[in-house]
């Protein structure tokens, strides 16, 4: 059993940077996979970043590739994701996932565990 909490979202302007964070209860969330979704108004929701249980490898999105940057700390059972060249289209829901598979998958349905999203909005 995982649950996670996020932190770190708010407003910025377009070219800022955000870091948002994912704390995680559980010695299990060592060996998950861990990810970020995002879901914008009125549109579905888009997977945005992944990392291993170990933090050896990562997957990202098109869309941010070169701009965001996914990491974890296994000793404080965090994860995070350092945004940097804010867009406006990035502004949404962000979501940090954790999954028991372990590795980075890009799709939704690998996550069981979800936090409560953390908005972020990006102005121009």
């Known amino acids: 059993q995982v649950q996670l909490v996020e932190s770190g979202g708010g407003s910025v302007q377009a070219g800022g940077s955000l870091r948002l964070s994912c704390a995680a209860s559980g010695r299990t969330f060592r060996s998950y996979a861990m990810g970020w979704f995002r879901q914008a108004p009125g549109k579905e929701r888009e997977f945005v970043a992944a990392i291993n249980w170990s933090g050896g490898s990562t997957n990202y999105a098109d869309s941010v590739k070169g701009r965001f940057t996914i990491s974890r700390d296994n000793a404080k059972n965090t994860g995070y994701l350092q945004m940097n060249s804010l867009k406006p289209e990035d502004t949404a829901v962000y979501y940090c996932?954790?999954?028991?598979?372990?590795?980075?998958?890009?799709?939704?349905?690998?996550?069981?565990?979800w936090g409560q999203g953390t908005q972020v909005t990006v102005s121009s």
């Open positions: 996932v954790a999954s028991p598979k372990g590795v980075p998958s890009r799709r939704e349905y690998d996550y069981r565990y």
